[in-house]
């Protein structure tokens, strides 16, 4: 398998065995339909080894540790398995190290697919396969979305409390031993020097963003489609009224050399008034926000006509505290930006099918990551959308959380 790809799975019972040359630390996460678990009971490993539908087998260092899953077992409100790896050796990364994921049938033992993620450096902890269900059948998905702060960083991702783990008292005094504090945001920041007349100086939603274009005043959809350039903003305003419908950003690539896939991933990073990071909505947290914005899925080549993938923003239902949304793209297979052709974005009125506005990336740099554009509320309750084009060096949507924040 391939970063992102994926297989129906027909048996009940399977079987993620995680081998490297290393002794690692596997686990299994039961997430629902928040893409959290519902408490540290659904986190299952060396410790805990047993959960409704899911169980860890250690390896003993002779052989890889595993995590079955059996989804006939699992609780209907499960949605999702992930399964993790880190190295046991306190602070060792994958540098040098490829793991490799066996999946199999529970039961006979036969192998359904193999992965091994590319690519691997500073990780010290990956996320490496999914069992998941769509339509109601259950899938597997190669993911080898890598963490540079440990299991400690996977599980409060996750929603599992890390500081609250049983202590081994023999091995395993590998990662979650102090939680890192990933998420970008100070609980509160000074409020910025305020002689604004627009009343109780709030936490400055980014009203104007950074580069905006000089001389081209406030655009809005009052004369139909709007194709923007780089760093130039259209008020979601039509005929005096704020768009406060559902919109579809639809993010479109080609392969820049005939014959080559591109595995490029769209997503979406919520921000609160401080810039802090309130959620991430990707290939592997399809619904954020109480279902306000939804994710269309993985596409694996960029190959074909329109849109490669589509994120669903209810604007009149996001919550009060989310003020600014960044879209972003990532290379997760590590293929640069030069190698892309004819990247855009486009808004679209999703209850018509009209296309808004428009962005086309006219420029590339040799970087694995683009942000693409920005919604920003104003204190007036109507969005504005800014394009960006801004290159950031990140294969996953992780490493866009702070630039993202920096360029609102």
């Not at 990707?282 to 899925?297: D, Q, T």
Request: hydrophobic letters at 40%.
């Amino acid at each position: 398998m391939t970063p992102g790809s994926n297989l129906p799975l027909e048996a009940v019972r399977v079987t993620v065995e995680v081998a490297a040359p290393v002794r690692l630390d596997v686990s299994g996460l039961l997430l629902a339909a928040d893409g959290k678990v519902r408490s540290d009971a659904d986190f299952v490993f060396y410790n805990q080894p047993s959960g409704p539908g899911v169980a860890h087998r250690s390896g003993g260092g002779a052989g890889p540790d595993s995590v079955t899953v059996d989804t006939g077992a699992l609780p209907p409100d499960i949605e999702r398995v992930v399964v993790t790896a880190s190295p046991d050796a306190a602070g060792q990364t994958f540098q040098g190290i490829e793991p490799t994921a066996t999946v199999r049938q529970a039961d006979t033992g036969a192998v359904i697919a193999t992965f091994t993620p590319p690519q691997l450096g500073t990780e010290t902890a990956l996320v490496v396969v999914e069992v998941y269900r769509r339509g109601g059948a259950w899938k597997v998905r190669a993911v080898g979305q890598g963490y540079a702060d440990g299991l400690a960083g996977i599980a409060t991702d996750f929603g599992v409390s890390v500081d609250e783990e049983p202590a081994s008292p023999a091995a395993r005094p590998a990662a979650p031993a102090p939680p890192p504090p990933a998420p970008v945001s100070p609980p509160v920041t000074v409020p910025p020097p305020a002689p604004a007349p627009t009343g109780p100086a709030p936490a400055a939603p980014p009203a104007a963003p950074a580069p905006a274009a000089a001389g081209t005043g406030k655009i809005n959809l009052d004369k139909g489609r709007v194709s923007l350039q780089k760093n130039q903003t259209v008020s979601l305003v039509k005929h005096g009224k704020p768009l406060l419908a559902q919109v579809k950003m639809g993010l479109g690539w080609e392969p820049a050399f005939r014959g080559r896939d591109i595995d490029l991933d769209a997503s979406v990073i919520a921000y609160g008034p401080q810039r802090n990071h309130i959620d991430s909505c990707y290939f592997g947290r399809l619904s954020i926000l109480g279902g306000a914005i939804r994710h269309s899925g993985d596409n694996l080549t960029g190959e074909g006509a329109g849109d490669d993938e589509v994120i669903t923003v209810d604007l009149g239902r996001l919550p009060a505290e989310a003020t600014g949304l960044v879209f972003t793209v990532n290379s997760f297979t590590g293929q640069k930006f030069t190698e892309v052709a004819k990247a855009y974005c486009r808004l679209i009125d999703a209850a018509t099918g009209e296309e808004l506005v428009r962005f086309d990336l006219t420029g590339a740099e040799p970087q694995t990551g683009v942000m693409m554009a920005k919604l920003i509320r104003q204190f007036s309750g109507e969005w504005e959308m800014t394009a960006m084009g801004d290159f950031v060096k990140s294969r996953t949507v992780r490493g866009m959380v702070k630039p993202g924040a920096d360029a609102l």
